[in-house]
């Protein structure tokens, strides 16, 4: 039987969750994401969260048996002319890979747009990551760019493939 997720958007009250998940996910040593040389405060997670507490932004978690196993964050533009962008983060452990929870999460991100009028999804995925991208496919994303050797990992330069999704008007006056 799966364990039970539950998807909301985080609260500062998340903090320390947030640093244990962290810990976690860096353990893995992904070659897929990025790594930073240390984990961060409980202060620095506490602001990290802060930013997210606009209309503009959300950070959503994945919940299973109290602890956190995925996040996405989205943050829309917000230079007049691309507002009506977004561009969105996610990560999810090991464990808790090929559950849906991607995909749910990616859902979430959707209906969070369509409230806030954004039409256009966007985000930043490794080369390294296939199944990141089958993921973002199956959920209407297109290849957009690509930023050849962008990013070093382990010694190596992988591209940053670009990649985003049309979000279609639902309401009235859409258009």
């Avoid at 506490?46 to 930013?51: K, N």
């Avoid at 992988?158 to 258009?175: E, F, T």
């Amino acid at each position: 039987m799966r364990d039970p997720v539950q998807i909301r958007p985080a609260t500062t009250s998340d903090a320390e969750k947030l640093l244990a998940y962290v810990t976690e996910l860096r353990a893995e040593r992904l070659p897929t994401i990025f790594r930073y040389p240390n984990s961060p405060t409980l202060d620095e997670e506490l602001a990290f969260l802060r930013r997210f507490q606009v209309e503009s932004a959300e950070y959503f978690v994945a919940e299973a048996h109290g602890a956190i196993v995925a996040n996405l964050s989205i943050s829309a533009h917000r230079h007049p002319q691309t507002r009506h962008n977004a561009s969105l983060g996610m990560t999810v452990l090991a464990p808790y890979r090929g559950r849906g929870i991607g995909s749910s999460l990616l859902e979430t991100a959707v209906s969070w747009c369509e409230d806030r009028r954004i039409r256009r999804l966007e985000l930043e995925v490794l080369s390294n990551n296939p199944a990141a991208m089958r993921l973002y496919e199956r959920h209407q994303f297109v290849h957009e760019g690509r930023r050849v050797g962008a990013i070093e990992v382990d010694g190596n330069y992988v591209d940053a493939i670009l990649m985003a999704r049309q979000i279609i008007p639902s309401g009235p006056g859409d258009g």
